[in-house]
């Protein structure tokens, strides 16, 4: 009996560690498009992926305490750069694409001149992700410093936990205005968004970062090379396009 369950353990061992999905930790602004490559990714190779979307900073903070993540796409190279010089990373954190920040408004507004529309009294609140969360916020954060908006605007910001939130702030018409990713325009139904990019001199280039994590030796190594060399494939860099960003 016992050598029969032995060689049962042993033929099952190996299908129950092949079930086991490849987890993707990856910044909210960036969800959708990644929804869309793991279709493509799945159809090309038949692995399964688990998406797992936050902020980056409160994804970064959870893979620290442990959490069970086989590769992390964040939205700026600081924090995969953070995790890999504290001992999380496989190897060096790498740009996957470059991100588009924009002005935004479901509102019938004339966005062309925003520095001046934004105050204006009709505009009582005007969304953008916090600073100290997320690089589009940052980003927000740094145009607004350079028209020297910052500390006139405190009372109207509403800060998002992620770029998730401020998406549904604007496409709710909670806030009139608010700062986000060029992919909402890509991914969302509501035809009716007002936006125009913000010029790129204005903010640091938000250089998007993946890095394969050390939880991936675990059960899912090959799965997740696999997963992170698609990423910089043809394919996948026309997909990335096709949602706003820009490639390397």
């Given at each position: 009996?016992r050598?029969?369950?032995t060689?049962?353990?042993f033929?099952?061992?190996?299908?129950?560690g092949?079930?086991?999905?490849?987890?993707?930790?990856?910044?909210?602004?960036?969800q959708?498009?990644?929804?869309?490559?793991?279709?493509?990714?799945q159809?090309?190779?038949g692995i399964?992926?688990?998406?797992?979307?936050?902020?980056?900073?409160?994804?970064?903070?959870?893979?620290?305490?442990?959490?069970?993540?086989?590769?992390?796409?964040?939205?700026?190279m600081?924090?995969?750069?953070n995790?890999?010089?504290?001992?999380?990373?496989l190897?060096?954190?790498?740009s996957?694409?470059l991100?588009?920040?924009?002005?935004c408004s479901?509102?019938?507004?004339d966005?062309?001149?925003w520095?001046k529309l934004?105050?204006?009294?009709?505009?009582?609140k005007i969304a953008?992700?916090?600073?100290?969360?997320?690089?589009?916020?940052?980003?927000?954060?740094?145009?607004?410093?350079q028209?020297k908006?910052?500390e006139?605007l405190?009372a109207?910001?509403?800060?998002?936990?992620?770029i998730?939130q401020?998406?549904?702030?604007?496409?709710?018409?909670a806030?009139?205005?608010?700062?986000?990713?060029?992919a909402?325009?890509?991914?969302?139904?509501?035809?009716?968004?007002?936006?125009?990019?913000?010029?790129?001199?204005?903010?640091?280039?938000?250089?998007?970062?993946v890095?394969?994590?050390?939880?991936?030796?675990?059960?899912?190594?090959?799965?997740?090379?696999?997963?992170?060399r698609y990423?910089?494939?043809a394919e996948?860099?026309q997909?990335?396009?096709?949602?706003?960003?820009l490639?390397p």
């Amino acid at each position: 009996m016992r050598l029969f369950l032995t060689i049962v353990w042993f033929v099952l061992f190996p299908v129950l560690g092949c079930s086991q999905p490849l987890r993707v930790a990856v910044a909210a602004n960036a969800q959708f498009v990644l929804k869309v490559l793991k279709t493509d990714f799945q159809k090309k190779t038949g692995i399964d992926l688990e998406i797992i979307s936050g902020s980056s900073g409160k994804l970064t903070a959870q893979i620290k305490n442990g959490a069970p993540y086989d590769l992390f796409l964040s939205a700026d190279m600081a924090m995969p750069q953070n995790l890999y010089q504290a001992g999380f990373g496989l190897s060096k954190p790498k740009s996957y694409a470059l991100g588009s920040l924009i002005v935004c408004s479901s509102a019938n507004l004339d966005l062309k001149n925003w520095p001046k529309l934004v105050n204006q009294a009709e505009i009582t609140k005007i969304a953008l992700a916090n600073p100290k969360l997320a690089p589009y916020g940052q980003a927000a954060e740094a145009v607004l410093r350079q028209y020297k908006l910052w500390e006139t605007l405190q009372a109207k910001l509403v800060f998002g936990e992620s770029i998730a939130q401020v998406n549904t702030y604007l496409t709710t018409g909670a806030v009139k205005l608010g700062f986000t990713t060029e992919a909402l325009i890509y991914e969302s139904q509501n035809k009716k968004l007002k936006w125009v990019r913000v010029d790129r001199k204005l903010y640091p280039p938000i250089q998007q970062g993946v890095i394969l994590l050390k939880h991936a030796q675990k059960e899912n190594y090959a799965k997740a090379q696999q997963f992170y060399r698609y990423l910089f494939s043809a394919e996948a860099q026309q997909l990335f396009r096709q949602y706003g960003y820009l490639t390397p």
